[in-house]
């Protein structure tokens, strides 16, 4: 069993920069793909940013490719989200995801593990 606890989201303005992470406690965290979804107020959950367990596989949305960078730290278990270039269609709860299988996906349904999500919301 893994839980997950989101921190670091906030306001902030266009174009401005926010770093979210994600604190995981359990066994085996280490082995797990984990990634970044949110949904905004009246829309459907969407996928941000995947990492694998090596840290050497990424994946992202193309809305934020270029902008957002997830990375991990296996010996604290915890990962991180670095969001540049914010926009206000970038606002939304943001939630850490894990999953046991290594493979890096985007389809929410295959991940394990949920956070209860951080509030970003970006003004212009």
């Known amino acids: 069993q893994v839980q997950l606890v989101e921190s670091g989201g906030g306001l902030v303005q266009n174009g401005g920069s926010l770093r979210l992470s994600c604190a995981a406690s359990?066994?085996?965290?280490?082995?797990?793909?984990v990634a970044w979804f949110r949904q905004a107020p009246g829309k459907e959950r969407e996928f941000v940013a995947a990492?694998?367990?090596?840290?050497?596989?990424?994946y992202y949305a193309n809305s934020v490719k270029g902008r957002f960078s997830i990375s991990r730290d296996n010996a604290k278990n915890t990962m991180s989200l670095q969001m540049d270039t914010l926009k206000p269609e970038d606002t939304a709860l943001y939630y850490c995801?894990?999953?046991?299988?290594?493979?890096?996906?985007?389809?929410?349904?295959?991940?394990?593990?949920w956070g209860q999500g951080t509030q970003v919301t970006v003004s212009s």
């Open positions: 995801a894990a999953k046991r299988v290594s493979s890096v996906t985007s389809y929410g349904g295959r991940y394990d593990y």
């Open positions: 990492v694998n367990w090596s840290n050497r596989i990424t």
């Open positions: 359990g066994r085996n965290f280490s082995s797990y793909t």
